[in-house]
Structures are given as C-alpha cells and as structure tokens.
C-alpha cells in the first residue's frame, strides 16, 4: 500500500516538474524575442540616425570633425594654418561634388575656380607648418579659432532640401564666412607676416564669393 502510494506521489511531482519548466522554457523564449526586436529597434534608430540624404552636409560634417581633431599648440601663426589648411580640404571637396553633380553652369564653374585657388593656398598653408617650428605661447587666441566652426555647426539646416546646386550655394557660403570669422580671429594676433597675407587675402576672396552664392540663392529658391 504505501509503495502504490508512493509511486502515485512521484508521478504527481514529476509531471509538475515537467510543467513548471516547460512554462519556463516558453517565458524564456519570449524574453528573448522581446530583447531581440527592442535591440533591433535600436539599431535600426542608431542607423537612421547616421544616414543621410545630403552629400554636401555629409562632406561639412567630416571636415568640422577633421577640425575638431586637430591639436592645437598654442602658436597661433601655427595653429591658423594648420586648420585653414583642413578648412580648406572641406571646401574642395564639396566644390568636387559640385562639379561631379551640380547643374547650374555658373556654380560648377565657381567650383572649378575654387579647386584650382584653394588647391594652391592649402599647399602653402601646408608647407609653412611643415617648415615652421611652433612656440607654444597663447592657447587662449589659438581656441578662438575653434568658436567659427562651432558657430556654423550650431546654424546648419540640418534638413536641408533641394539639389546639389542649392546644397552647394548655401553650405559653401556658410564654410567660407566661418573661414572668414577665423581669419578675422587669428589677425588680431598674428606674427608671420605671409601668413597674416592670407588671411587678408582669405577674407576679401570669400566675402566676393558669399556675395555671389547668395545672390544666386535668392535668383533661384527651393520649390
């Protein structure tokens, strides 16, 4: 009698075992599926959050990010042409997307001129920092050069529509006024007299070149 007993007793807490993680089982399952797609979710946000559908404003952000990776040495003749020199690496290369895509005839021939002047002055910019020993002496007027790219980064359409031609009229007018507010930065304190040159020259080309990119923005706005 009691090994009948005992025997039924076993039976019951088996199949209640077998239940129990069964359900288990099935939770697991479920917290699993649940973690997947919300990690799925995240990445598919974290991925639609770094695309984007603009050339021009992809090639603006590489180039401020090139920036603000530079380090600076407290030189400020140094420093200016160290990132006039990347400031410059920026304009060319959306001046090429303008000449690989742009329509407008005026435009991609402006493009084409800034390939050709920026080309020159980026590699005199480049030789004097490869020449030229740098003092460490103000740090303080070596980050004011930073404050125009953040002022621009801070200002950009983010959203910005339209074609290439458009893309390019508004961004390039915005990087060369923040090339003209860090050459306006940097004289106050410059020693180097050809470099203290380009800057002056920097600042009277690219207001020319502002007054035409807005005025074509005006003669043709976005539908």
Do not use: R
Request: include cysteine.
């Amino acid at each position: 009698m009691k090994t009948k007993k005992s025997n039924w007793n076993l039976a019951i807490w088996l199949c209640s075992a077998t239940l129990f993680f069964s359900a288990c089982n099935q939770n697991s399952g479920k917290t699993e599926t649940a973690t997947t797609e919300q990690t799925g979710d995240h990445a598919g946000h974290d991925m639609a959050a770094g695309s984007s559908n603009n050339k021009m404003m992809d090639l603006m952000h590489e180039n401020m990010t090139a920036m603000q990776e530079m380090k600076m040495t407290g030189d400020v003749d140094h420093d200016f042409a160290q990132m006039m020199a990347i400031h410059h690496e920026g304009a060319l290369t959306m001046a090429q997307e303008e000449v690989d895509n742009g329509q407008d005839s005026m435009l991609v021939n402006m493009a084409k001129q800034t390939l050709s002047a920026q080309k020159e002055e980026q590699e005199k910019l480049q030789k004097f920092v490869s020449s030229h020993q740098p003092a460490a002496a103000d740090t303080a007027a070596s980050m004011k050069l930073m404050q125009p790219m953040k002022t621009m980064m801070t200002s950009m359409d983010h959203n910005m529509k339209g074609t290439t031609d458009h893309h390019f009229a508004s961004l390039m007018s915005m990087h060369h006024q923040s090339a003209i507010d860090m050459a306006n930065a940097y004289l106050p304190n410059a020693k180097v007299p050809e470099i203290k040159a380009m800057a002056q020259k920097i600042i009277k080309d690219q207001e020319k070149e502002i007054q035409q990119l807005d005025t074509w923005l005006q003669a043709h706005p976005q539908q």
